[in-house]
């Protein structure tokens, strides 16, 4: 089994910032791909970011440009920068973890893909 905690999330300022970071723990070896996804309230849970195990990137066409997906092997941690933050990224955010990639070098943006979350860490940015 694998843990996944993530922290950092809070109340921001629109256009301020906030670091996301989520530990894995547990059977945290083999090649995985890790993603950020979001939920706002009323919406469905939607993608964000995902990195594969070699640090191939991927991002949403909403958050391209303001948020860094990045993340330490050694430390079995993601991490998602967030800049320029914006009122309608307020949202539970949750990492996931794929242990089973195509490859080290794709990561998936499916959700059915991942096989472990976190509990998610709120983000709310206030206008």
């Known amino acids: 089994q694998v843990q996944l905690v993530e922290s950092g999330g809070g109340l921001v300022q629109a256009g301020g910032s906030l670091r996301l970071s989520c530990a894995a723990s547990g059977r945290t070896f083999g090649t995985y791909a890790m993603g950020w996804f979001r939920q706002a309230p009323g919406k469905e849970r939607e993608f964000a970011a995902a990195?594969?195990?070699?640090?191939?990137?991927y991002y949403a066409a909403s958050v391209k440009g303001r948020f860094t997906i990045s993340r330490d092997n050694a430390k079995n941690t993601v991490y998602l920068q967030m800049n320029s933050l914006k009122p309608e990224d307020t949202a539970v955010y949750s990492c996931a973890a794929d242990f089973d990639p195509p490859s080290p070098v794709i990561a998936t943006i499916q959700q059915g893909d991942y096989d472990y979350w976190g509990q998610g860490t709120q983000v709310t940015v206030s206008s």
């Open positions: 990195i594969s195990w070699s640090g191939t990137r």
